[in-house]
């Protein structure tokens, strides 16, 4: 097979940007479907992240297996029983607001749950078939920014979308995100059947997998055995968990009433406000891939990481330390896909800024994990898939701070994790297992 540098794959590099958006689009919904939870069910802001974590620890128990699948029968295959099982998953969520609401919770968790599996399917294929098109090394980096950049439209999307159809915070229920919901089903139908009709190009490396387990011949070695590349694993998992947890707690902090008795008090903005300062997180971390894809090919995934990683944590210690009283007129992303003025409080203003740096960590770890790994890439893609479910774990961990210290103390947690992110840009990202075979 010819070198994906040398072939014009236009048609399967959109496809795989497609893909992108619906994995964040199907995501995107937990954020403000945990409002409705927390509201509808009076839980404590981590039971609130339960179906977000749902969704992300799918990734656990799929990330090898999705892996293993695309090893054996390919990335037209396996992105296409992907969407079938995102069908599944959503479909399940859709149906949690039509039962009675003892069962609700339950059936919610199930096809939060389900949808995980289809979105860690879906992640598999798509970043190692970007790297593989472009050919790997700065051009694969700056397709999968590209790439990244219409994951982040849906994103910014999905919380305005849903706030304005949930309303009244205190009275929303699940099957006020019933609209979007049916968006996610119909954009996974239109997506099944593009697809199926499509050529995807399969890397020959897979193909020479596929013919030595055939042939009984036992490898060796691993994805497992580069030092830089389990680093990276860590760095993915903890990086998911940032990305997830700032917007996330964001939302819940503006819309959790300031006088709430069961629950930590909030600032009490309506929820459409609040799901529109959330969106321009997820605009900004648009903005911030759009300018990843060009400048990937002018400055390594090593600078662009140790960048954005001290960024971030500039933006997370000021949004702490701030006083809450401190009020500043930021613009904000609205559900008319126009630009507003909203009022909040300075760290929040910071908070939303981290999506300029979040915006392009995932495209940076990943290279910088899979260099140098050849044949072992797919694989290693199955493992960060398993990583992924760091989005559910940190959260969580997020959410039980926020209720014992209150909301801007848990992004101590988001500190730390970005700590960790800067040590892998400046250190932990260098082969030191060039000696293995890779071909």
């Known amino acids: 097979m010819e070198s994906a540098k040398h072939k014009n794959y236009a048609l399967p590099i959109a496809m795989m940007f497609a893909l992108f ?3 964040s689009f199907v995501t995107g919904l937990t954020n403000p479907l945990g409002v409705i939870i927390k509201n509808q069910f009076g839980v404590p802001n981590w039971m609130s992240q339960l179906g977000n974590a749902a969704n992300f620890i799918a990734y656990a128990f799929m990330g ?3 892996g293993m699948l695309l090893k054996r029968i390919g990335y037209k295959k396996t992105a296409l029983a992907a969407i079938a099982v ?9 149906f949690s607001g039509i039962v009675p609401e003892n069962m609700a919770f339950a059936i919610y968790l199930t096809g939060a749950f389900v949808a995980g599996f289809s979105m860690c399917m879906l992640n598999t294929v798509v970043n190692p078939m970007l790297n593989t098109l472009g050919g790997g090394g700065k051009r694969g980096n700056q397709l999968i920014q590209f790439g990244g950049s219409l994951n982040s439209i849906s994103a910014t999307i999905v919380p305005v979308f849903v706030g304005y159809l949930m309303g009244n915070v205190a009275t929303a229920t699940i099957n006020k995100a019933n609209p979007a919901l049916f968006i996610a089903i119909g954009i996974f139908a239109l997506a099944f059947i593009v697809l199926y009709f499509m050529q995807i190009p399969e890397p020959a490396q897979e193909i020479e997998a596929q013919k030595e387990s055939a042939e009984g011949v036992k490898d060796p070695h691993s994805a497992l055995s580069f030092r830089h590349f389990i680093l990276g694993a860590v760095a993915i998992f903890l990086y998911v968990g940032v990305e997830v947890g700032i917007p996330n707690f964001v939302n819940l902090f503006l819309s959790t009433p300031v006088d709430a008795v069961d629950s930590v008090p909030g600032l009490g903005y309506e929820a459409a406000l609040a799901g529109s300062i959330c969106g321009t997180y997820w605009f900004l971390m648009l903005i911030g891939r759009l300018f990843g894809g060009f400048l990937g090919a002018k ?3 090593k600078a662009m990481l140790t960048f954005v ?3 971030g944590l500039l933006f997370v210690l000021l949004a702490i330390f701030l006083p809450e009283t401190i009020k500043v007129d930021m613009p904000v992303f609205q559900s008319d896909i126009s630009f507003g003025l909203a009022e909040v409080p300075i760290g929040i203003m910071f ?3 981290c999506g300029l740096c979040t915006s392009v960590m995932w495209g940076g770890i990943f290279n910088l994990a899979v260099e ?7 694989m290693a893609s199955g493992i960060f898939m398993v990583m992924v479910c760091g989005g559910g774990i940190l959260p969580l961990i997020q959410g039980g701070v926020a209720d014992l210290f209150g909301y801007m103390a848990s992004y101590w947690v988001v500190f730390a994790a970005l700590i960790y992110m800067l040590y892998y840009a400046l250190i932990g990202c260098k082969n030191v297992n060039k000696n293995i075979p890779v071909d």
Request: charged share 5%.
């Open 309 to 311: 990683s001290l960024l």
């Open 372 to 378: 140098g790994l050849g044949k072992y890439t797919a």
């Open 86 to 94: 995102g069908i599944v998953g959503v479909g399940t969520q859709f």
């Open 299 to 301: 400055f390594s995934s």
């Open 351 to 353: 908070l939303i800024l």
């Open 21 to 23: 958006a619906m994995i």
């Open 64 to 66: 090898i297996p999705a």
